[in-house]
């Protein structure tokens, strides 16, 4: 069974930086793609980033972030970053980490991953 559990959420001003940690237990290995989704209060769940490690580490993000924050992991320690830079107040969410058990073509749905971390909050303030 494959656990994630997600850290580094706080509150921030505008402008300002957080970084998001995520540890994977039980992973199965090579095969696995990652990535971050965030859930803001009335919303749904929404891409962020992700990378596909059986792909060398390919990496992708969604407009709304892209240029702002970075993902980066290290496959062999089973961990994943978010570094969020220049936070907007549009940032405030709970941020969750998954994890594709296998190879898939899609990277960016919810209905791709099969395990969820338990989430962590990120509140930005104007």
């Known amino acids: 069974q494959v656990q994630l559990v997600e850290s580094g959420g706080g509150l921030v001003q505008a402008g300002g930086s957080l970084r998001l940690s995520c540890a994977a237990s039980?992973?199965?290995?090579?095969?696995?793609?990652m990535g971050w989704f965030r859930q803001a209060p009335g919303k749904e769940r929404e891409f962020v980033a992700a990378?596909?490690?059986?792909?060398?580490?390919?990496?992708y993000y969604a407009d709304s972030v892209k240029g702002r924050f970075t993902i980066s992991g290290d496959n062999a320690k089973n961990t994943m970053y978010l570094q969020m830079d220049s936070l907007k107040p549009e940032d405030t969410a709970v941020y969750y980490c998954?994890?594709?058990?296998?190879?898939?073509?899609?990277?960016?749905?919810?209905?791709?991953?099969?395990?969820w971390g338990q989430g962590t909050q990120v509140t930005v303030s104007s």
């Open positions: 039980g992973r199965t290995g090579s095969t696995d793609s």
């Open positions: 990378i596909r490690w059986w792909t060398g580490g390919t990496l």
């Open positions: 998954a994890l594709q058990a296998r190879k898939r073509s899609v990277i960016a749905t919810t209905g791709s991953y099969d395990y």
